[in-house]
């Protein structure tokens, strides 16, 4: 067994003897518990056996950390780095890339055979496994399990969740054989803490010892945003006084706004958090720092850094991001006002996290924090090695009550969902390498299919229930012993006697008026009318006090069979959902001609290469030769143009964008539609984007503009101009790797690539 400078806890030494002993391994533990310690054992003992050790983690800013801290630990040439845009030493023995990528190396593609991928990797660490939880990547997770030779041990770290041993057991069956190392220890311990803004200068212990509600907290008071009280508040400066006084910074402020992170830095940055010696420090390491990223002298946020505080967000350049990093690890910033992405496994310890609300806006909506946010959030605090107990303070808000934090501090980790989603691109590349039905087995075995019997539970348990209730009305006895197709006939004769009787009382009235006497029509009806009278007297039915419920029973079965109908439709349905969207995706390329007598044309092969929302999208796009004859600048502007969401603002640059990329766009408009008719045929609605927000943005960018004119166009974040341009060089990289793509476009791809990846935009 390998040394460590301290002595590793038994939940540590339990999954080194697992890896010793050939098996692979869950570790669900608490943020901060020494996951990765367990990772660094297989690291060294991949290091002395030579053989080979990939690292993935769901984020490129993870990954990049991760190649640092190893690179410093085990020596740079034994440590490689992947990620969508970067590849350094790749042969290394130690490689740390982002899932995606290790997901596109177990496919036969772009990246290789997957014997010449995988060449002596016997480790494999799925950092953030919990990932499998999102909903837009979370396929990714299980497709790296399911595709991964079981030779490989497969080393997964999780966050606590409540259905750890599911998770270890469906890899179990998958892969190879795998323990759950499982604990819920944290070696430093949590306190949690309530704000409320009533006494402001104090915090309250959130629970009593037998951990009920403190009663003496009390719900925040409804004041309307626009009052003068509302106005003098500042809860904000005043919880981070309590907590400087009392010595629990440095803390991370969680907030769900961007816009709120920048506000809550500056409402802060007249407190007085450090030292003389601390601000002299402060200011070597930006001057430091600044002569490697000039651009940052006059950014706005700057002078706050001198105060100690800071804001971290998606919408900062991400040079800016790692400036915050490396200054709150030095512990020269006392509080990061950041988003909930940092609690994503980000190395910025901090003695206190501050939550601001225990919910959040989404796109659809208000919505609490689930535990597994909380408990991610609420994970960052406490340094091992530096703290006892680490703080965890939520702030009053009148939108919450003080019953519902305490409730959701106490809550239990949720489970693990699966997000498994059959795409173009995995039907692709499936169907190169197996016939439809080794196909099938492969999709059966997603953890989503795996997890199914809990996912169909609530609407199994509806069938059941629906199934009982229709017994029980159809049990009900017949006084007369009269089947329910007596009484049917029953009413049809009820209904035709009361049709009857009405005409016979008009014809007899028509007579009357006329002064006819026993008129023939009269006399037919009446008699008639009697006949069925006798008839209706055979079924005892308007004797019977039980006819009314009978009736309502009709009426009420007839819907509840409707329903039971649909429920077992929904069940066979729901049984077969991936198989039946695997089907879906691969009818509509087989309509579009990607597919051949089951196996992938050129043009499908090409597809299965290409990565993006809607890779049959961006393939037609590419084959119908759209991007051929593009300038660099115009090129980049068309695939901006793909990759860019719909954005709420509907305020765009002045700047007009240029001719071609507004005539590739109108063609590319023509494309979406055909493609968005088949997949509403076939039930797929896969996103396929085009926005030209930033087009005239990145046009100008490839053509030399400063950054200062291209960020100060639009009222995005520079971040989000990063972000986006970032995207448009991961997909004009796959135009310079994918088959059958012209040289001049290849070219083009290129060189538009090289004008992108400048300052500040090339920055990790």
């Not at 002993?21 to 901060?32: D, E, H, L």
């Not at 997964?156 to 469906?170: E, P, R, V």
């Not at 323990?179 to 306190?191: A, H, K």
């Not at 009278?533 to 009426?555: F, G, I, P, S, T």
């Amino acid at each position: 067994m390998y040394k460590f400078n301290f002595e590793p806890d038994d939940f540590q030494k339990e999954a080194f003897e697992c890896i010793d002993n050939s098996k692979s391994i869950v570790v669900c533990a608490p943020t901060g518990a020494g996951k990765t310690c367990i990772a660094e054992y297989a690291i060294m003992k991949a290091l002395d056996e030579n053989t080979r050790l990939f690292y993935t983690t769901p984020l490129k800013a993870l990954s990049n950390q991760k190649f640092y801290d190893f690179g410093k630990k085990y020596g740079e040439g034994n440590v490689g780095l992947l990620t969508g845009d970067t590849s350094i030493n790749r042969e290394a023995p130690i490689v740390v890339m982002t899932t995606e990528v290790f997901r596109n190396m177990l496919y036969n593609t772009n990246f290789g055979k997957v014997k010449d991928n995988l060449k002596d990797v016997k480790y494999v660490v799925l950092d953030e496994v919990h990932y499998m939880n999102d909903e837009q990547r979370g396929t990714v997770w299980e497709e790296s399990i399911i595709y991964c030779p079981n030779t490989v041990q497969i080393i997964a770290l999780s966050a606590t969740i409540a259905n750890s041993q599911q998770l270890c057991d469906w890899i179990n069956t998958v892969h190879s054989k795998t323990e759950l190392i499982y604990t819920d220890f944290r070696p430093v311990p949590l306190r949690h803490y309530y704000f409320d803004s009533s006494k402001p200068t104090e915090i309250l212990p959130l629970l009593t010892p037998d951990g009920k509600l403190n009663r003496k907290i009390k719900p925040e008071k409804k004041i309307s945003y626009y009052s003068r009280q509302a106005k003098k508040q500042n809860t904000v400066k005043d919880v981070i006084t309590v907590l400087h006084k009392k010595e629990m910074l440095p803390a991370i402020f969680f907030t769900f706004s961007r816009k709120k992170c920048d506000e809550n830095m500056e409402k802060c940055a007249s407190i007085n958090l450090i030292t003389q010696e601390e601000a002299k420090q402060i200011r070597a390491e930006i001057q430091e720092f600044l002569k490697e990223h000039t651009y940052l002298e006059n950014n706005k946020n700057l002078e706050y850094l001198y105060n100690g505080v800071a804001s971290h967000h998606a919408g900062l350049l991400p040079s800016w991001k790692l400036l915050v990093e490396r200054l709150f690890q030095k512990g020269l910033i006392k509080v990061v006002f950041a988003t909930e992405t940092l609690a994503a496994g980000i190395n910025m310890p901090a003695r206190t996290t501050v939550i601001s609300a225990i919910s959040k806006r989404t796109d659809s909506g208000h919505r609490m924090l689930t535990a597994n946010e909380f408990l991610q959030m609420s994970g960052r605090a406490g340094r091992r090695g530096m703290d006892k107990i680490g703080y965890v303070v939520v702030m009053g808000t009148q939108f919450q009550s003080p019953d519902e934090v305490a409730e959701l501090v106490k809550s239990p980790s949720n489970p693990l969902e699966s997000q498994f989603s059959p795409s173009y691109s995995m039907v692709l590349n499936l169907l190169q390498n197996l016939e439809l039905e080794q196909a099938k087995e492969l999709i059966l075995k997603s953890f989503g299919y795996f997890s199914s019997n809990d996912r169909l539970k609530p609407i199994v348990v509806q069938q059941i229930n629906l199934e009982q209730t229709l017994a029980k009305l159809k049990s009900e006895k017949c006084p007369f012993n009269l089947t329910t197709e007596d009484l049917l006939e029953f009413n049809k004769l009820k209904d035709k006697f009361i049709v009857y009787r009405k005409l016979t009382r008009t014809l007899e009235k028509q007579a009357k008026q006329k002064g006819q006497k026993n008129a023939p029509e009269v006399v037919e009806y009446t008699e008639k009318t009697r006949e069925i009278r006798l008839a209706m007297e055979k079924y005892k039915c308007e004797v019977c006090r039980a006819y009314k419920k009978h009736m309502k029973n009709l009426d009420i079965i007839a819907r509840y069979e409707k329903r039971y109908k649909e429920t077992c439709k929904n069940v066979e349905k729901q049984k077969d959902i991936y198989w039946n969207k695997f089907l879906a995706h691969k009818d509509i390329l087989e309509k579009m001609g990607y597919i051949e007598n089951g196996y992938p044309t050129d043009a499908g092969v090409m597809c299965s290469m290409v990565r993006a929302e809607n890779e049959l999208y961006l393939s037609e796009i590419i084959l119908k030769g759209i991007l051929n004859d593009l300038e660099p600048y115009e090129l980049a502007s068309v695939v901006c143009a793909l990759v860019t969401e719909d954005l709420r603002s509907d305020v765009y640059p002045d700047s007009p964008i240029s001719k071609n990329t507004r005539k590739s766009l109108n063609k590319i408009k023509e494309i979406r539609k055909k493609i968005a008719i088949i997949q509403r045929e076939y039930d797929i609605d896969t996103e396929m984007y085009i926005n030209s927000y930033y087009c005239s943005l990145i046009e100008q960018w490839v053509q030399e503009t400063p950054w200062v004119d291209i960020a100060k166009q639009v009222d995005s974040s520079e971040g989000d101009i990063v972000r986006i341009f970032k995207r448009v060089v991961d997909v004009l990289r796959q135009l310079t790797i994918l088959p059958n793509i012209s040289e001049e476009l290849k070219s083009n791809a290129k060189i538009a690539i090289q004008c992108i990846l400048k300052e500040p935009v090339d920055v990790d």
